[in-house]
């Protein structure tokens, strides 16, 4: 896998340095060499990841008579037996790799070669001899190649013929500067309306356009000719026609095509893995590779190695983690495997979100491609090639909307009788389609449309814009999707998740073979008595355990999104209100903030999806619109921040000793007059390995150390001869006592899981509304108490009453916390139970502290409180100390300890009069 660019044409502004440009722009896709090549007019770059033939494949390449130069992003899987037959007419191989044999094909036999490919490939030829440049895409488009006519600049010269620049990433071509970083609105409304964006050849760029699937370019004096190589759409429609049979034949020769892919796909001098979600596609690849490992070891597995590495993103406590299903097929691997389990975060999603979308290019339909990112930025660490099962849905009826086009196909071919059948069977599918609308118009929620919160101007604009979809005939629909509606966008997701970390995807469901054969056969084959992919399921009957090959109810590769989006709505609402967003010409800027507001607070039906979209383009926008660094971070590896720990190794803010946090103060004015004065304590974070009295009094005895050292006039005012407690974060003491666990290390019964979804969640937080948070109630108060104190709390609110399932439940429960957005780690990824016993490690902690403070301190000391504190209230847990928890929670009334960033869980506070 490579990345490719070039140019065409006799524009002044196209030479060498342009070249070097790209490749520099491209280094991820290729951390393993580079090189150009220029001829009069013409000029190739590449940057190329090293797969095979390492030692002899580098490119640009040129033919052994120098007629023709290549530059080739990807892998022909049938190059052995096309170089057999190269050789047998003669053709002298100089190399051992497919790219030789790629460029030897074209020079015998022209474009009528590319058809010829079983791979994937975005590819450029030059003609020294005819003058013509060639481009080609493969036939699903797996790999991207994107062209801009010069001409169409406002700014070209005025020159004989073409001027065309190429490459395979959009950002490529943006960096050359010759093409001006407008966006397409016509394509920003398609997405925004639709959820499509990559259905025709425009780009979220005017004047840049992408080759489609199965399309060649030919620039030469003549012109720019856009063509096809291939009539693959035709042959999938004439095999439709075939109607074969699904039979026990038919059946085992579709797995004997599906085992041969997955072989052709493990080609490899560098290690391969595999991408395992739980779902029966990936499931499928990795349990083919698991069975040909089990056979005994052998050429096509050397690069998987002894064990197969899959890498998983799991979500412990989601509704939509798919964890269960991934350890079903672990399972059923039998020791040949090494297992990756990744644990996407809201906050480290947060933290992705801009690199994310400037890997992309082009904004993503949902957060569910950021699930993958963090998976290959895990893969990258162990492997280089990673297998999956993409492409299996837009082939098989993989998604419920295929349901509904088979069933109008069997209503207009009057087969009345079966779609009832059909109907029937499918019930349990359809119904969970149903459930959603139908809790939506019980709980009254509001419908939203997207065009309404559009700008006027731009949703009159392009209001006869359509997204026209096939109804009723299940295979055209397939092929609509294939190749134009879904695939393209998630093979546009793969291509730049894979490549952002030097790593190359292959997809063995996409061998145009056995997508044929698969279409020969009768519709049964794709669905038949409710069952989607039948012909999948009954081919991996037996290697596939039944708990995933005969499971309804798929999620697919997605992220919690609903979840992480409450989570993380603080930031959402700064990209939504500020000003640059308001700006754009795109947004009704108060009608979105109105319906965010409405849509955390439950009262009306928007899916995160939409917000995602107007965030997606906002983010967008900024940085290929408005930044003039397009490549910022992303060729420098990752920073130094290790994201995927969740900020474990992040350093706290900046604090000096005996000052405020930022945007806080030291002092705060009590009712009766009182002032305390508050001296955060920063510290390192804490785990339940820590030590609680030996790292509690160090912090306090380095505070009066600093005090001693570093205090002034105001200091020693407001310090010496005054009351004082030491306020501790309840955090941190139920971390230190081991009562805080990692969300995925709480495994949320079903139980828990129906329970979450009857709490409220508000904006404040989620409480018991997440089932992590839920399985440690029912741990700590036992199930039939919480059942008890839920049926309380049904009859409280008829009555009126508030707060009675927590009166019934116990104060234990009211304090359990699940993870909080700006916590700092752990926090920010556990759930935690109150601290054990509160009151005594109060009492315990001062009678320490006492011991190690400095004499003339120890008879003013008060005490210590354990407290609960944020920016929305304060409550003490604990106490031992003279006053009552009324005056040391209102000593926090402002929360001057945050509770992130500054890493500050303690304070050392001192009472004074009224100054």
Known sequence: MCGIGGYYGHDPRLKQDILELMNACQCHRGPDGQGVFTDEGVGLSHRRLAILARESGAQPMTSADGRYTIIYNGECYNYLPLRAELEAAGVHMRTDSDTEVVLEGFATYGSAFFDRMDGMWGVAIWDSVDRVLTLSRDHFGIKPLYIA??????????????????????????????????????????????????????????????????????????????????????????????????????????????????????QSEVPVGTSLSGGLDSTTVALIINQMLSQGADRSTSAVGARQNTFSAVFPGSLNDEERYVDDALAACEGHVQAHKIYPSADQFKNDMVDFVRTQEEPTISTGPYAQYVVMREAAKSVTVLLDGQGADEMMAGYIPYYFVYFRQLRAQGRHAALAAEVARSADVLARLGRFTAMDKVRRRRPVHAHTLFNQDFAQRYADERMDVVRDNLKERLIQDLFHNSLPSLLRYEDRNTMRFSLEGRVPFLDKDTVKFLFSLSDEAIITSGWNKNVLRRAVAGLVPDSIRLRRNKIGFTTPEDEWFRRIKGEIFDILSSRSFGQRPWFNQAEVLKTFDDFINGRNDASTMLFWRLVNVELWARIYLDSDDLGADLDAGHDARDLSEHGKFLPPDAHTPLEANEGKQLDIVLPDGTVSRRYPLQTEKFSADSDMDTEITRYVTDFFKDLESLGDEDDRVATQGRRWNLTVSEKIIAIMQGRSWFVWEVKPSFAAKQLSKC?????????????????????????????????????????????????????????????????????????????????????????????????????????????????????????????????????????????????????????????
């Open 149 to 266: 006519d010069l001409s169409q600049q406002m700014d070209a010269p005025s020159t004989q013929g073409p001027n065309i620049v190429f490459a395979s990433e959009l950002k490529t071509i943006l960096a050359t500067g010759l093409v001006a970083r407008r966006a397409d609105d016509r394509t920003v409304y398609r997405y925004l309306a639709f959820r499509i964006h990559e259905d025709n050849p425009r780009t979220f760029f005017r004047g840049i356009t992408r080759l489609m699937p199965g399309e060649m370019v030919t620039v030469s004096e003549d012109g720019i000719e856009y063509s096809s190589y291939t009539s693959l759409k035709e042959e999938l429609r004439a095999a439709a026609q075939i109607n074969r049979p699904l039979d026990a034949e038919t059946v085992r020769e579709y797995q004997e095509r599906l085992v041969e892919s997955v072989r052709e796909r493990l």
């Open 759 to 915: 709490v409220t969640r508000t904006p404040a937080g989620i409480g018991l509304g997440d089932p992590v948070t839920m399985q440690l109630a029912i741990d700590e108060a036992g199930l039939g108490r919480i059942l008890y104190a839920a049926a309380g709390s049904v009859v409280g609110k008829l009555r009126g009453k508030k707060g009675v399932f927590y009166d019934l439940a116990g104060a234990n429960v009211r304090a359990i916390d699940g993870p909080t957005e700006y916590s700092v780690y752990p926090s920010n990824v556990s759930a935690k139970l109150p601290p054990k016993d509160p009151d005594a490690v109060a009492q315990h902690l001062t009678a320490i502290i006492r011991e190690a403070v400095p004499e003339s301190f120890r008879d003013t000391f008060d005490g210590v409180v354990v407290m609960d504190a944020n920016d929305i209230g304060r409550n003490v847990l604990g106490l031992h100390a003279g006053l009552s928890a009324e005056h040391y929670e209102l000593q926090f009334a402002d929360n001057p300890l945050g509770q992130g960033s500054q890493q500050t869980p303690m304070a050392v506070v001192f009472d004074r009069d009224e100054m």
